[in-house]
């Protein structure tokens, strides 16, 4: 059949063919894809290391940013620090950390975060922190307060009353629960401190009525391998607490250290919320350098997360060395 014919016949078919030819030769844009959505959260929070054979993990509690009002000092170190901060904004970050020492026959939390009673709303992760490091609060056996804060017991106990940690049992210097739960102290208090003692009696009192809360007034043994450090200053019964094991020691420190930027250089400068400033700044000056001398793994609660790591001599103060992140247990 000549081409012409063949052609005429199948005009339609003819097309269709060419058109779809045209169509797959041509780089038509392909439609653009819904842009992924940003997630807000950070891994789980909490950071685990081994001193000797206990298992020590870190549990963030929250962040926050100190305000540099609370800061006390010579007014040339004041001034100073507000000038730096222009420069460097973050200079006051820290946060809130809480700390859970597994020794193979307990599991003792020493400071609890802040709960819902402090910060705002910016604490109260601490819960969280320990489940996704692989216990519950069912598990904790002891809680060893450094102090009565509510940043660092509010975690205990929620708002209606409930004990967080039901099966623990609660340890603090006499010193420090005679002062907060005292009706009579409170009275006399200023007003801007009268917040403290009206969350520290509500959060002490579900353990008191269960026979869980327990003071200590010397060196009375609490945990084998555990040694009471009075840290007098902050507050009147203020207390670290210092686990030894295969040599290696680490010290939970409480609020030894607020901000460690400016504390750390400035030894001398102490915060509204010590109770006797002079005596919390005479304790300062006496650790840091027996610290820095000696190999002990410090846990402070204000240091930036994982809040765990050593202290060094830096000209005419210090510096904070952080633990080295590393899933290897045979290292420190």
């Known amino acids: 059949m000549p081409l012409a014919d063949f052609l005429k016949r199948n005009s339609k078919l ?3 063919a060419l058109l779809v030819a045209l169509a797959s ?4 844009p392909k439609p653009a894809l819904a842009a992924s959505p940003q997630h807000h ?7 685990r290391m081994k001193v000797g054979d206990l298992e020590v993990t870190a549990l963030f509690d929250g962040f926050g940013v100190f305000d540099p009002h609370w800061l006390k000092g010579k007014k040339a170190t004041i001034d100073g620090v507000a000038k730096a901060l222009h420069e460097d904004p973050h200079m006051l970050d820290g946060c809130e950390t809480g700390f859970l020492v597994n020794t193979g026959k307990q599991l003792i939390l020493v400071d ?3 709960g819902t009673w402090y910060g705002g709303g910016a604490l109260g992760r601490l819960a969280g922190s320990l489940r996704s490091s692989g216990y519950t609060p069912e598990d904790v056996d002891l809680v060893l307060a450094t102090h ?5 017991v509010g975690g205990l106990t929620t708002q209606d009353g409930q004990r967080v940690f039901p099966n623990a049992e609660v340890y603090v210097a006499k010193a420090e629960s005679d002062f907060w739960l005292s009706p009579e102290v409170a009275a006399k208090a200023p007003k801007d401190a009268q917040p403290f003692f009206q969350s520290a009696q509500a959060i002490a009192a579900p353990y008191i009525k269960a026979g869980k809360w327990h003071t200590f007034s ?3 043994p609490i945990v084998d391998g555990m040694q009471l450090v009075p840290l007098p200053g902050h507050t009147p019964g203020h207390t670290g607490y210092e686990f030894s094991s295969k040599g290696q020691k680490i010290l939970f420190w409480g609020d030894i250290i607020h901000v460690q930027r400016v504390q750390l250089q400035h030894p001398e400068v102490t915060v509204v919320f010590d109770t006797a400033a002079t005596a919390a700044a005479a304790t300062r000056n006496r650790l840091l350098p027996k610290l820095a001398r000696e190999d002990v793994v410090i846990a402070g609660p204000h240091m930036l997360f994982p809040s765990l790591g050593r202290v060094r001599k830096e000209g005419s103060g210090y510096t904070w060395a ?7 247990w045979d290292k420190k």
Do not use: R
């Not at 009565?148 to 660092?152: C, Q």
């Open 14 to 16: 003819f097309a269709a």
């Open 25 to 28: 030769s041509v780089a038509w």
């Open 41 to 47: 959260d950070q891994v789980p929070g909490f950071y």
């Open 112 to 114: 609890a975060g802040g």
């Open 148 to 152: 009565l804060h509510s940043d660092h």
């Open 218 to 220: 010397g060196a009375e």
């Open 322 to 328: 952080p633990v080295a992140f590393t899933d290897k």
